[in-house]
């Protein structure tokens, strides 16, 4: 499994962000899939998550109406759409997926908001 995530970079408040992480190693069309970020001296937290076929997505409180994961099974890409970028999103974004019980993550990409 090798899941590359990209598009990460420094970003003023109130801007924009799209995140992708592509995926290989497994039948992308057939797990849900996930978005993490840890910040700096904290836990890695949770995000958002999409169903294999992209019908059902949860987000944390803290990005709800203003985060969007998506997912392109054609192209094994799961996407994050971050809008109106705040300091306290700064974070090393991590995808995630969990075929056969077991849990693997890409690198990361770095997410800086600061003006």
């Known amino acids: 499994v090798q899941l590359v995530e990209s598009g990460g970079g420094l970003v003023q408040p109130g801007g924009s962000l799209r995140l992708s992480c592509a995926a290989s190693?497994?039948?992308?069309?057939?797990?849900?899939m996930s978005w993490y970020r840890q910040a700096p001296g904290k836990e890695r937290d949770l995000v958002a998550r999409?169903?294999?076929?992209?019908?059902?997505?949860n987000y944390a409180d803290s990005v709800k109406g203003r985060f969007t994961i998506s997912r392109d099974n054609a192209k094994n890409t799961v996407y994050l759409q971050m809008n109106s970028l705040k300091p306290e999103d700064t974070a090393v974004y991590y995808c995630?997926?969990?075929?056969?019980?077991?849990?693997?993550w890409g690198k990361g990409t770095l997410v800086t908001v600061s003006s």
């Open positions: 190693g497994f039948t992308f069309s057939s797990y849900a």
């Open positions: 999409i169903t294999s076929a992209g019908g059902t997505t």
């Open positions: 995630n997926v969990r075929p056969w019980g077991m849990s693997y």
